[in-house]
């Protein structure tokens, strides 16, 4: 369990130059972050439905057999009951936008590590929380977009 959130921040250069242009300038910047908060969620919810962009690691065959056990395989990865992508929400304000899961168990999944009885299961990252390259293009262009 994570007692402190975890937070990932993007670092894309021109996606951070266009933000800064935009503060500079005094802009009212919380209709653009509603925007790319928006962003965040879309991509996220494409994360999920495509398990991973690039794809997460397959189940262990240990997870899928428990799975066949009680009626939950075949299924998506990190969707057995959706709990952990409807606890993913957006929050934005002038000067920022975020997204997150306030779930105990949402970081691991997130992050990977060891989680079970003694910690002895490894559980591998599924970045569930993870733009791609056309999330940082879209971005790009409503901060264009904003700008004129």
Do not use: C
């Not at 503060?23 to 908060?37: D, F, S, V, Y």
């Not at 879309?42 to 189940?59: A, H, I, V």
């Amino acid at each position: 369990m994570v007692d402190e959130p975890i937070e990932i921040k993007i670092d894309n250069k021109e996606v951070n130059k266009k933000l800064l242009d935009l503060a500079t300038r005094g802009e009212n910047l919380r209709p653009l972050m509603k925007n790319i908060a928006g962003i965040f969620a879309y991509s996220t919810e494409e994360n999920f439905k495509e398990e991973g962009r690039p794809k997460w690691q397959d189940l262990a065959e240990s997870t899928k057999k428990q799975r066949k056990k009680k009626g939950t395989y075949p299924g998506l990865i990190l969707q057995v009951t959706g709990q952990l992508a409807s606890s993913v929400n957006t929050y934005y304000d002038d000067n920022s936008a975020v997204i997150g899961s306030n779930l105990d168990y949402a970081a691991i999944h997130q992050l990977g590590g060891q989680s079970g009885k003694g910690h002895k299961a490894e559980i591998p990252a599924r970045p569930y929380l993870q733009l791609t390259d056309d999330d940082f293009a879209e971005i790009i262009d409503e901060t264009t977009f904003f700008l004129k």
